[in-house]
């Protein structure tokens, strides 16, 4: 079975600086997709970020990147410039993506807070 | 575009009871999920509908049953309500996107979250 580890259950810090949020991973399987999501207060879960793992480049959304490490099953998020909106909890979730129809395992989150 | 959506947002049942949560897929998407958040908690998968059938399962007993309709909507139903299904139950939507690797099972695309249902047992 898969499982997905974040070990920050709360990272603070200031708004503007960059923070970066720990992921690792555990699988047998080379086809999958890993992803961020994000879920404010609000309770709505939102995409931040997807990464094929067949890719090498890490992908990138405006100030969202991950730095995906497929060899040591790490896949890191790293927000630049912070805004008091990023507040939120935040999800790294891993998928086969070799067909079937199994779905996404999530890690346990990260509480991310922006101080202003 | 409309997103995901579910109903209702909030619900409090006793234990015992049944209950009936409902999704609409984002417009364009053929399959649902379903998730059951619990407090502090990442989702765990509970199932998912493809072309009207229960195409997998976590690890949730068969209390938790499901349906898709043909226009692609889908019901959760939870029957016997014990004070643990208390939680915030999501409904993601995704497109099937291809054949999966040596023509098995179908590929998915990302999946697209829904607001949640809140449901509470006492």
């Known amino acids: 079975a898969q499982t997905v580890t974040q070990s920050q259950p709360e990272m603070s810090v200031q708004e503007a600086e960059t923070v970066t949020l720990s992921c690792t991973y555990d699988t047998s399987e080379n086809n999958y997709y890993l992803f961020w999501y994000k879920q404010p207060p609000s309770r709505q879960m939102i995409l931040v970020i997807r990464?094929?793992?067949?890719?090498?480049q890490n992908a990138t959304e405006n100030r969202f990147s991950v730095n995906f490490q497929k060899a040591a099953k790490s896949f890191s998020l790293k927000i630049s410039d912070s805004q008091l909106g990023d507040t939120a909890m935040y999800f790294c979730?891993?998928?086969?993506?070799?067909?079937?129809?199994?779905?996404?395992?999530f890690g346990k989150g990260t509480h991310l807070i922006i101080q202003p | 575009d409309a997103g995901v959506t579910q109903s209702p947002t909030h619900l409090i049942k006793t234990r015992g009871q049944q209950v009936t949560l409902r999704c609409s897929p984002k417009?364009?998407?053929?399959?649902v999920s379903w998730y059951q958040q619990a407090l502090g908690q990442g989702p765990q998968f509970i199932f998912q509908?493809?072309?009207?059938?229960?195409?997998q399962r976590g690890n949730f007993p068969d209390r938790f049953s499901g349906h898709q309709f043909p226009n692609y909507s889908s019901e959760l139903n939870v029957n016997a309500l014990l004070l643990g299904d208390s939680a915030l139950y999501l409904c993601?939507?995704?497109?099937?996107?291809?054949?999966?690797?040596?023509?098995?099972?179908?590929?998915?695309?990302?999946?697209?979250f829904g607001p949640g249902t809140r449901l509470t047992v006492l």
């Open positions: 993601a939507s995704s497109l099937v996107v291809g054949q999966g690797l040596a023509g098995g099972p179908e590929t998915l695309d990302t999946q697209y």
């Open positions: 990464q094929e793992a067949y890719k090498q």
């Open positions: 417009s364009g998407h053929d399959t």
């Open positions: 509908y493809y072309e009207e059938e229960e195409r």
């Open positions: 979730a891993w998928l086969y993506s070799g067909g079937g129809a199994d779905g996404l395992t």
